[in-house]
């Protein structure tokens, strides 16, 4: 694999990767935080669902920031357990099981975040 140099990004796409992942991040607290929706869920698991989520809030800062994205992933994990904690405060269960799925959703956010920005960065050289 050929691997680019990283050239730092603009302010510009700087504040589009921090305003996203506070968007996604913000989704998540809601979605977790807030009442059991009623009626059929989603065609997926529970654990699919963490994995999607904490792939989409990382997966901005892998394409387009990646010297931050081993900070990012140590956020995204505490932000995880810290919803995990709450749970139970708010009438919803907290299971390692869950903050175990988002574990897996950073490791593959950060992943195919980093491939692509990698691939994306080789091809402007």
């Known amino acids: 694999m050929i691997l680019a140099p990283t050239v730092p990004p603009s302010r510009r ?7 996203l ?5 913000t989704a998540i607290s809601v979605l977790a935080l807030g009442p059991v929706p009623e009626g059929p869920g989603l065609p997926t ?3 699919t669902q963490h994995m ?6 990382v997966f901005p800062t892998a394409l387009a920031m990646p010297r931050a994205l081993l900070r990012v992933c140590a956020l995204a994990l505490a932000y995880g ?6 749970q139970p405060q708010v009438g919803r269960q907290g299971e390692v099981m869950d903050w175990l799925a988002d ?13 692509a920005g990698t691939l994306l960065r080789s091809w402007r050289t």
């Open 45 to 47: 698991s529970d654990k």
């Open 21 to 25: 992942s506070l968007g996604i991040a």
């Open 52 to 57: 999607i989520a904490f792939a989409a809030l």
């Open 103 to 115: 574990l897996a959703g950073v490791g593959l956010g950060a992943l195919a975040g980093w491939l």
């Open 13 to 19: 796409v700087r504040a589009l990767v921090v305003w």
């Open 81 to 86: 357990a810290l919803i995990e904690v709450i």
